[in-house]
């Protein structure tokens, strides 16, 4: 399948790099290419800069967050929260109109320092402004609430005992999505929450996280379900 990636950050390259060894036609979006390739330092994990990681994953396309948009038969939104709905409509509505768009963002605030707050809260959500601004894309929030690294490895922790939601307005788009979850990135346990509204829930969880990541000191957790 051919998905197409929004972002070049430490999120964007993890997903990349796990649905590369899947056979997955990849291709990664940005801002400007030039400037990208240009880019020297690490990223929030320490990995390498991006021209370094294309070098070990050659078949990865990088383009502008337009051309990754119109490659991709399924598009992930892995920008910042700022810089996600500047990011989409850079990507073009045309370019997302009847695509699974997957939402993995968070509307974080780091205006006042750590820990962050959120942006957007209660009474709306990154996800629904992202359905709203690109009404003929069939967005579905979901992997928003956990370190990139388990978003395609849960097993690390736990054995992959832990628990992922996703929310969105199309049935059919959750389905396909919690397919590739499961099939693809080994989430054993996923609720659906129901329609995008769900995602003010997901996307609230994340200033718990913060803090459990600062009494833990380690990002590599997740939620458990229990019935």
């Not at 997302?96 to 205006?111: E, M, W, Y």
């Not at 979850?181 to 509204?197: A, N, P």
């Not at 996280?209 to 939620?223: D, E, N, Q």
Request: charged fraction near 20%.
């Amino acid at each position: 399948m051919k998905i197409g990636i929004l972002g070049t950050g430490m999120v964007a390259k993890t997903l990349a790099g796990k649905l590369d060894s899947l056979e997955h036609a990849v291709r990664l979006g940005t801002r400007d290419v030039k400037a990208t390739l240009t880019r020297n330092e690490p990223d929030m994990a320490g990995g390498p800069p991006l021209r370094t990681w294309l070098e070990s994953h050659p078949r990865v396309l990088l383009g502008t967050h337009a051309e990754a948009a119109a490659h991709g038969e399924i598009v992930i939104n892995a920008l910042s929260g700022q810089g996600t709905l500047p990011g989409l409509e850079s990507a073009g509505a045309s370019n997302l109109a009847n695509k699974i768009l997957i939402d993995v963002s968070n509307p974080l605030d780091f205006s006042k320092g750590m820990p962050p707050s959120l942006s957007i809260v209660n009474t709306d959500s990154l996800g629904e402004q992202i359905q709203r601004q690109f009404p003929a894309a069939r967005v579905v929030k979901t992997l928003n609430t956990v370190n990139a690294f388990l978003m395609v490895d849960p097993r690390q922790v736990a054995g992959g005992d832990h628990t992922m939601v996703v929310c969105g307005n199309d049935a059919m788009a959750k389905q396909e999505v919690t397919r590739l979850l499961k099939d693809g990135f080994g989430w054993r346990d996923v609720i659906d929450l129901g329609d995008i509204t769900n995602a003010r829930g997901s996307e609230m969880w994340l200033p718990l996280w913060v803090r459990l990541y600062g009494a833990l000191g380690t990002p590599m957790f997740g939620m458990k379900v229990v019935r």
